[in-house]
């Protein structure tokens, strides 16, 4: 069965970085697009970063310049850089690829 794990959130102050990472298993992890999404509290889910099989990304607007969406296939990994965090960045991140999504990680991004 397919499983995705999210890893890397944590407490942050403004103008910090994070680095988060999504590890997926049983399924062709190279075959698909992979993406970033993430829902603050009292908030709907919006979607941040998309990254395709061939490497093509692309951005929600607001975090353009400031994530950065990259993938490594041997290890069936897909990763967010965010940086310059603002404390309107806090959410659960989650990482979905083939309609497989994972349970999310926290990012609290406070002083």
């Known amino acids: 069965q397919v499983q995705v794990v999210e890893s890397g959130g944590g407490l942050v102050q403004p103008g910090g970085s994070l680095r988060l990472s999504c590890v997926a298993s049983g399924i062709r992890f190279e075959w698909y697009d992979w993406a970033w999404y993430r829902r603050a509290p009292g908030k709907e889910r919006e979607f941040l970063a998309r990254i395709f099989n061939d490497g093509i990304t692309s951005y929600k607007d607001s975090v353009k310049g400031r994530f950065t969406i990259s993938r490594e296939n041997a290890k069936n990994t897909v990763y967010l850089q965010m940086n310059s965090l603002k404390p309107e960045d806090t959410a659960i991140y989650y990482c979905?690829?083939?309609?497989?999504w994972g349970q999310g990680t926290q990012v609290t991004v406070s002083s």
């Open positions: 979905a690829g083939n309609n497989n």
